[in-house]
């Protein structure tokens, strides 16, 4: 398969685990869940299927681990801007972030996570239960953090914290897809701009 770099076969029994999950976590962002087989999978990880059924689980299995590093790696950017001191900085961290994972150097372009949500009818219940988790949790994050603004006085009495959580997800979720199309990080730097003066009329 084009574009996937290939490992050298034959590692010893004793590979390196984080390392292959990272080639993993790379073929699944650049090809998406149903893009790669897991032949493909475990050659780019240099090791053997075998091995990954031992190590990993099935396809699913490795996808939802591949889930959990990138969203420790590239994606930490969510979880670092919920320590900003005002929403408008959590806002501004979040959508910045989301522009700057999908767009790095030497990373493919989009996100992991939307490319998953993508080829969500290829998953079993596993991959399915593993991405709910994950956007779930993030918007739960993103909500309690803008209720705790609300009650600092931060955010306006009305301002609804669940509403501000899914706008700022559907904007980062916009954000990858344009990426993954092709957009520039100054382009869409712009949109995200354009998207934090409608957050802050709240």
Same mark, same amino acid.
């Given at each position: 398969m084009e574009g996937i770099e290939r490992a050298p076969v034959g590692r010893p029994r004793g590979f390196d685990a984080d390392k292959a999950l990272e080639r993993a976590m790379m073929v699944f962002w650049k090809e998406g869940y149903d893009g790669v087989s897991?032949?493909?999978?475990?050659?780019?990880?240099?090791?053997?299927k075998t091995s990954l059924y031992a190590a990993y689980g099935n396809k699913e299995d490795l996808f939802r681990k591949a889930l959990e590093r990138y969203a420790e790696g590239p994606a930490s950017y969510a979880a670092r801007a919920l320590g900003e001191p005002t929403a408008k900085a959590v806002a501004t961290a979040y959508l910045t972030g989301s522009v700057r994972a999908t767009t790095q150097?030497?990373?493919?372009?989009?996100?992991?996570?939307?490319?998953? =949500?993508?080829? &969500?009818?290829?998953? %079993?219940?596993?991959?399915? @239960? +593993?991405?709910?988790?994950?956007?779930d949790e993030d918007r739960a994050r993103?909500?309690?953090? =803008?209720?705790? &603004?609300?009650?600092? %006085?931060?955010?306006?009495? @009305? +301002?609804?914290?669940?509403?501000?959580?899914?706008?700022?997800?559907?904007?980062?979720n916009g954000i990858a897809v344009q990426a993954a199309a092709g957009a520039g990080r100054d382009e869409l730097q712009r949109s995200v701009d354009v998207a934090l003066r409608a957050f802050l009329s709240v």
């Open positions: 897991l032949s493909e999978l475990a050659r780019a990880m240099g090791i053997t150097s030497g990373c493919p372009a989009g996100c992991l996570g939307v490319q998953g =949500f993508m080829a &969500a009818g290829h998953l %079993g219940e596993t991959g399915r @239960d +593993a991405l709910r988790a994950w956007r993103l909500r309690d953090r =803008f209720r705790r &603004a609300v009650g600092e %006085g931060d955010l306006p009495p @009305d +301002a609804d914290p669940e509403a501000l959580a899914h706008y700022l997800m559907t904007m980062a």
